[in-house]
């Protein structure tokens, strides 16, 4: 890992010579270190597509779920209301996936701009394909799942997505408020070296409290028939278990599923991240306790008009988008979160729960997606 975090640094600092920070002013302020220095994101001469071609924006997802649909409304919206081409690229829900993929975007002469949901906080093959699209003339955002900021914030110019500590951290006060008497929980995610997925168990490990014990969490890589079996093993292995966390959209229907297969919804709270369609209708159903929801429509959106922006080096709007750019977090793009819970029958209230943080019950969470053109989110 060493070998290739130098190698990195050693050619961004050849890069760099000749090369234009499409950062605002700011970004070349206040950064500190020499290190620090080195791990501002610069990409080399800007691809221009041939004459007569229009630029292209594209999307990169980690996996394939139904979160991905409300991403691809958010671009599509943007690329009508920006004028631009954008299409989404659904990946195997592997690194070696996103590499390939990565490779192939880097042949494409009109795709300008790669925004990338990143499949492990620290896959050094990824990065390095991120910063070859920079030396390539492609500009690269991240969305939705970060790199690991500390090693690799030079292989994109942001992140766009949820501050996923804070939004575990919430899932984590609603467990302790609809279980102050403590207790076991298991948590289920797709991949757990995920930046996104391990910053919400953090946060959910936090926002419990001291009467919890995490009792496992478990992975399945993004099977879904192994998604319903963690449940059922995880209930088995701990019969004392009495609430079940979904950290990635598809966990909480696997979640749904085995609790209704075992009989056990009088045993346990059912706190989940996201809300897939299913997990809408469960907790119309009385199969869900609470959810924390992310804004994936507002991180197409988004990840687009930055995309477009530092494409035209536009930095109007890159600095309305990032007006504290080149300080800390200066380079994240906070998509919010809404905390969902049934319409009756809940002890949460909005109180319990930070600034930044829109509590709605669930009828008014779903005139939100109707309002816009959403199933889910």
Known sequence: MLRGTVAVALTLSLVAVGCSNQGPPSAQNGTGSAVQQKLQYRVATPRKPPEGVEPRFQLMTNGNSPFWDAVRVGMVDAGKELGVKVDLVVNDGTPGGQITRLRQIRTLNDVVGVGISVTQARAQGVVDEMVNLQ????????????????????ARYAFIGTDNLKAGEALGTAI???????????????????????????????????????????????????ARDNV??????????????????????????????????????????????????????????????????????????????????????????????????????????????????????????????????????????????????
């Open 135 to 154: 030396e390539a003339g492609v500009h690269v955002v991240a969305i939705d799942s970060d790199v690991d900021r500390k090693l690799f914030r030079h």
């Open 176 to 226: 302790r408020n609809l279980r102050p008497e403590g207790g076991k929980y298991v948590t289920f995610v797709g991949i757990a070296a995920a930046q996104n997925a391990r910053e919400r168990i953090a946060g959910v490990e936090k926002g419990v409290g001291e009467k919890f014990i995490a009792a496992d969490h478990m992975a399945d890589d993004l099977d879904r028939t192994r």
């Open 232 to 377: 059922r093993n995880a209930i088995r292995n701990h019969p004392d278990v009495n609430v079940l966390v979904g950290i990635w959209s598809y966990n909480a229907p696997a979640i749904v599923d085995v609790v209704k297969e075992e009989g056990i919804r009088d045993k346990v709270t059912v706190a989940v991240f996201d809300a897939e369609p299913l997990t809408i209708q469960a907790m119309q159903e009385g199969y869900v306790d609470v959810m924390v929801v992310q804004n994936p429509y507002k991180m197409g959106y988004i990840g687009i008009k930055t995309l477009k922006a530092l494409y035209e080096n536009d930095q109007e709007t890159l600095r309305e988008l990032f007006p504290r750019y080149g300080e800390p977090d200066g380079d994240i793009y906070d998509t919010g979160i809404k905390v969902v819970v049934p319409d009756e029958g809940s002890p949460l209230r909005p109180e319990m729960f930070g600034e930044n943080v829109e509590f709605m019950k669930l009828s008014e969470f779903k005139e939100w997606l109707s309002e816009h053109g959403l199933t889910g989110s």
